[in-house]
């Protein structure tokens, strides 16, 4: 079974700073997909960015970017210029890329990111 | 277009009582599932339904069942309710279980908050 780990309950940043969210995991599968997830007060959770693990590119969307280190199983989330609005609860998720799979995404624990002015 | 769509937002039921949740997915995702997520921790799965067929199933008891209808909307059953049922439960929607080349992004409802007293 897949297990994601957050070590990180909860973090900081000044607004206009940069900070990372680290996320790892356990599988013995060679073809997954990553997802980082915001929940913010709402609940809804909202996704920020995906990596395919055959890309060895890292994927990037806008202010968010992921440093995906496929032989560490290291997920890690960076947040540029951070804003009041990306304060919210991040998850880190793993979903299996396995034909006939169900589209399961197994959670880390969250890492709650607050922003200071 | 409307995104996945829950009810009820917010509910409160009685040790041992039933509770039905309901979920309407995005138009034109025939794939719908169920997660909960207890205050502090990350969803955990708890189905998948795709084609009116289950097609995975987490580590929940068999009071929980689930099923998904011709228009693939989705029920989510909770027999013998029991306090520890407390959670916020997340409906997510996607177009096919399986791999696609965009990733097959899933989408989360606002959620179901449920109390057991």
């Known amino acids: 079974a897949q297990t994601v780990t957050q070590s990180q309950p909860e973090m900081s940043v000044q607004e206009a700073e940069t900070v990372t969210l680290s996320c790892t995991y356990d599988?013995?599968?060679?073809?997954?997909?990553l997802f980082w997830y915001k929940q913010p007060p709402s609940r809804q959770m909202i996704l920020v960015i995906r990596q395919e693990a055959y890309k060895q590119q890292n994927a990037t969307e806008n202010r968010f970017s992921v440093n995906f280190q496929k032989a560490a199983k290291s997920f890690s989330l960076k947040i540029s210029d951070s804003q009041l609005g990306d304060a919210a609860m991040y998850f880190c998720?793993?979903?299996?890329?396995?034909?006939?799979?169900?589209?399961?995404?197994?959670f880390g624990t969250g890492t709650r990111l607050q922003v200071t002015l | 277009d409307a995104g996945v769509t829950q009810s009820p937002t917010h509910l409160i039921k009685t040790r041992g009582q039933h509770v039905t949740l309901r979920c309407s997915p995005i138009s034109g995702h025939k794939s719908v599932s169920w997660y909960q997520q207890v205050l502090g921790q990350g969803p955990q799965f708890i189905f998948q339904?795709?084609?009116?067929?289950?097609?995975g199933r987490g580590n929940f008891p068999d009071r929980f069942s689930a099923r998904q209808f011709p228009n693939y909307s989705s029920e989510l059953n909770v027999n013998a309710l029991l306090l520890g049922d407390s959670a916020l439960y997340l409906c997510?929607?996607?177009?096919?279980?399986?791999?696609?080349?965009?990733?097959?992004?899933?989408?989360f409802g606002e959620g179901s908050w449920l109390t057991v007293v």
């Open positions: 339904y795709y084609e009116k067929e289950e097609r």
């Open positions: 599988t013995s599968e060679s073809d997954y997909y």
């Open positions: 997510a929607s996607s177009a096919r279980p399986w791999r696609t080349n965009s990733g097959n992004t899933i989408y």
């Open positions: 998720a793993y979903r299996s890329a396995k034909a006939g799979t169900a589209s399961k995404l197994t």
